[in-house]
């Protein structure tokens, strides 16, 4: 009996041997007639072989081989989900599996097929920090720098440093950028990600290279750095925009020609619209390499620019902005020219203090521009002392200002008469004697409805009418004064420095004491000089707009000197800079960083003159 169970075990041994070699024989034949097919590109029976194989012989060591030609199949029919869900099972299921390598190099292409280079990356990434076969390893080196040097961004690329799971990929990632970021000049930016990695790597096997990298940024990354600008360049304002820019571009030539250190200006065109601006600005702070900006023309895009710049830690120079409270925004932001207020206040100390005078009479327009130069020459003459006697207002289309100027007349003989400056006398109380009183008293024979429909008699009880319109406004304003009579000093805006406007209404304007942010003096040779040599660069005259960006530029450029800084350096540098003696004049920084310089003009005799 027992001999029987032997020989019956021996024989079923045998059986299954035989069945279990037979089994191994039709799956090899199964599996490399599918490679058959995969050589011929008979992709559809390739995947019928490996298929059959996966669900028949679920357990069988060719398993692993049937997933990976299943992936291989559905790429070659560019069936993308599929293959990506074959490589995936087996990378999942089998992942010491000799093809798991494969598979991670076969979702990479996928990826790569399906232009999602990032994604392709990360897998490309592991199989270079997983995988075993040189000759994958050469193909994936190969394909991660043709998708990193030409299909992926700069902004993927930091993110995949922080993303890659593992030392190796981020610093495969990290030295590829940052080659990168060197060769386009951008040194800052290449300097701050390989010291990241390095302060989170200190050990790395790559840390070497890293290193070495770094020393090349430093040292090609001395005494250059880039500045934005952003400017009007097509639109309404394109004229002003386009001046600017000549003018700072010329200031930046000159300084790369003749010094160590170079600047390389990334210029962005706003369009003159605000969502435009924070958009380019939001552009250039995301930019490692640039340190500074220089923008905008207008008050208001200015301001919206400074929020968005002062957020990502970037000194803003704002060369024609006048808006109160831009550089309150924040401590980076720094107002080159002087603001309304300011101007208001300057010209209001100097009628009041530096003339002596204490009596007024002010016209101004409805508007921004007019109210911010009212207000401060308003609260700084009555801080000094003076009277504002009169003030009235006027609409941006009113071209009939003679209701205004009855007005000025009406008060000021009212004025005149309440401090017996003019005596009335009607009729039979006139006598000899009044003809022969000595004095200042004026006794007049005439009624006060006589005297407003005459202007024979001059107002004479203010001592300064401040009229801050503007230059176009003057050929209306201006022969007011003579049309009503009114004799007093007269005190005008930022607009009246138009020296065309001025001379063509000179028979009243003569005289006239007015304020402004911009004077070069004709026959001084810092102006000849720099408008010589201007000329010679562009074949034009520079004019204030050019002056303002030249200005400017210097500015900065003279505050940074030739050092390599950071933004925050150049903040403080900026902050520690209180003044600079421009081409236009000069540029004071007061406590909330906006320039308080401001020359106090007079035209006389056909000539603008600073008088202050």
Not at 57 to 81: A, C, I, N, V, W
Not at 510 to 526: C, E, K, M
Request: hydrophobic share 40%.
């Amino acid at each position: 009996m027992m001999t029987l169970f032997v020989v019956s075990f021996i024989f079923f041994f045998v059986l299954m041997e035989e069945v279990l070699a037979q089994e191994e024989q039709a799956v090899d034949s199964l599996f490399y007639q599918g490679i058959t097919y995969y050589r011929e590109g008979r992709y559809r029976e390739t995947l019928r072989m490996m298929e059959l194989i996966d669900q028949v012989y679920t357990d069988h060591p060719r398993k692993t081989g049937s997933l990976l030609m299943q992936g291989k199949s559905f790429y070659k029919l560019k069936e993308y989900q599929k293959s990506l869900e074959a490589f995936d099972r087996l990378i999942s299921n089998y992942p010491q599996s000799d093809y798991a390598d494969d598979a991670l190099y076969g979702v990479a292409t996928v990826y790569y097929r399906m232009h999602i280079p990032k994604e392709a990356l990360k897998y490309l990434m592991r199989v270079i920090e997983e995988g075993k076969d040189s000759r994958l390893l050469r193909k994936a080196a190969k394909l991660t720098s043709d998708i990193m040097d030409n299909l992926i961004g700069e902004e993927d690329l930091e993110a995949l440093v922080e993303e890659m799971p593992n030392e190796r990929g981020k610093a495969a990632v990290a030295l590829r950028l940052g080659r990168r970021k060197i060769d386009e000049s951008r040194f800052q930016s290449a300097k701050t990600m390989l010291a990241r990695f390095l302060e989170q790597y200190p050990n790395s096997t790559y840390a070497p290279q890293v290193e070495e990298l770094l020393r090349q940024a430093e040292e090609m990354g001395k005494g250059f750095f880039k500045l934005g600008v952003i400017l009007p360049l097509t639109g309404t304002f394109s004229e002003q925009g386009n001046a600017i820019l000549q003018g700072f571009q010329y200031a930046i030539d000159r300084h790369n020609a003749q010094d160590s250190s170079k600047v390389q200006l990334v210029v962005h065109d706003s369009e003159g619209h605000i969502v435009r601006a924070i958009q380019v600005a939001q552009q250039l702070c995301r930019d490692g390499e640039v340190l500074a900006i220089v923008g905008e023309l207008e008050s208001d895009l200015t301001a919206a620019i400074a929020a968005v710049v002062e957020d990502a830690g970037v000194a803003l120079l704002a060369p024609t902005a006048t808006m109160d409270g831009i550089s309150s925004i924040g401590p980076n932001i720094f107002q080159v020219n002087s603001s309304l207020t300011i101007r208001g206040q300057a010209l209001a100390e100097y009628a009041v203090s530096g003339l002596g005078l204490k009596t007024f009479a002010i016209l101004a327009p409805v508007d921004e521009y007019g109210k911010s130069m009212r207000d401060a020459f308003v609260r700084t003459a009555e801080r000094l002392g003076a009277e504002i006697v009169a003030e009235k207002w006027y609409y941006e289309d009113d071209m009939d200002l003679g209701p205004q100027f009855q007005e000025f007349r009406e008060t000021g003989l009212r004025r005149m008469i309440k401090d017996s400056l003019v005596v009335l006398v009607h009729g039979d109380e006139w006598t000899d004697e009044y003809d022969e009183q000595p004095g200042d008293v004026l006794y007049v024979k005439q009624t006060f409805a006589d005297l407003m429909d005459s202007t024979g008699l001059a107002v004479t009880c203010y001592d300064g009418i401040f009229l801050p319109v503007y230059g176009e406004d003057l050929d209306y304003v201006a022969p007011q004064l003579a049309n009503y009579n009114i004799d007093t000093r007269i005190f005008g805006g930022t607009f009246w420095h138009n020296p065309e406007k001025l001379e063509e209404n000179e028979r009243y304007t003569d005289g006239a004491i007015f304020v402004s942010d911009f004077y070069v003096d004709p026959s001084g040779y810092q102006y000849h000089t720099f408008r010589d040599a201007y000329r010679i660069a562009n074949g034009k005259t520079p004019e204030k707009m050019e002056t303002y960006g030249y200005d400017t530029a210097n500015l900065l450029l003279d505050a940074v000197g030739d050092e390599s800084l950071s933004r925050h350096q150049i903040v403080a540098r900026l902050s520690e800079k209180r003044s600079y003696d421009g081409i236009r004049g000069s540029i004071v920084f007061n406590q909330v960083r906006v320039n308080k310089s401001v020359s106090i003009l007079q035209y006389r005799g056909g000539r603008i003159l600073r008088i202050r």
